[in-house]
């Protein structure tokens, strides 16, 4: 049975600073996505990754993927308040039934 | 185009009663996924249908849960007489299908509130 784990749980961040979150699951899971939830709101894919060594970027947020290591991390640069979001990373089992990690409250303050 | 759909946005119920959740998915999309999130235990699979297959049960909490997916389209949740524990947002998404390519597209979801 596939198991994700995030961490941190909540991430207290100053603007224009780096940080990272950790995805870690436990056994081979066809893909591994990144969503970020806004209070209130549905899920917004941020990226996909496929395969080993896959890296995705899109403005400030980057998203790499370590099979071997069975790790992914969201990499943030930079960091600005519009970023202060819930996110989720999700590994998949068959079907495509994804299984979700506890996900990273962001804070980004001034 | 249209994106997932769901209704009620917002459902209050009291304990016991039965409460009908409804999913449109994109149209054209075959596969199509419940989700739960509650605080107490994340965001969880519940069930998911793939065109005419039997579908994938295995993350219904208990037989007082079911859904069925009309004609290919539509689907609705069923919860029967609930129970505060039941208490959560219900998330539907849908993809094209469920191969490793096939993005999954969520709606807006139903918050359930159980008094």
């Known amino acids: 049975e596939l198991k994700v784990e995030q961490n941190p749980l909540f991430l207290s961040m100053q603007e224009g600073k780096n940080y990272t979150i950790y995805c870690n699951y436990s056994?081979?899971?066809?893909?591994l996505y990144w969503y970020r939830q806004d209070p209130g709101k549905s899920l917004e894919s941020l990226f996909v990754?496929?395969?080993?060594?896959a890296v995705k970027q899109e403005g400030r947020l980057m998203a790499s993927l370590d099979t071997k290591a069975r790790l992914s991390t969201l990499h943030i640069t930079a960091a600005v308040h519009d970023l202060s979001a819930t996110y989720f990373c999700a590994g998949t089992a068959a079907g495509n039934k994804l299984t979700f990690g506890g996900g990273t409250r962001v804070l980004v303050k001034p | 185009g249209a994106g997932v759909s769901q209704s009620p946005s917002n459902k209050v119920t009291e304990k016991g009663k039965d409460v009908e959740l409804r999913c449109d998915p994109i149209?054209?999309?075959?596969?199509l996924y419940w989700y739960r999130q509650s605080l107490g235990q994340g965001l969880e699979f519940l069930i998911y249908f793939q065109g005419n297959s039997a579908p994938d049960k295995s993350g219904l909490p208990s037989d007082r849960f079911s859904a069925e997916r009309t004609g290919g389209s539509v689907s609705t949740l069923t919860i029967q007489r609930t129970q505060q524990e039941d208490s959560a947002v219900y998330l539907c998404?849908?993809?094209?299908?469920?191969?490793?390519?096939?993005?999954?597209?969520f709606g807006p979801g139903t918050r359930l509130t159980v008094l």
């Open positions: 149209s054209g999309h075959t596969a």
């Open positions: 990754l496929l395969s080993n060594g």
């Open positions: 998404a849908s993809s094209v299908g469920t191969s490793a390519y096939n993005e999954q597209f």
């Open positions: 056994t081979t899971s066809d893909r």
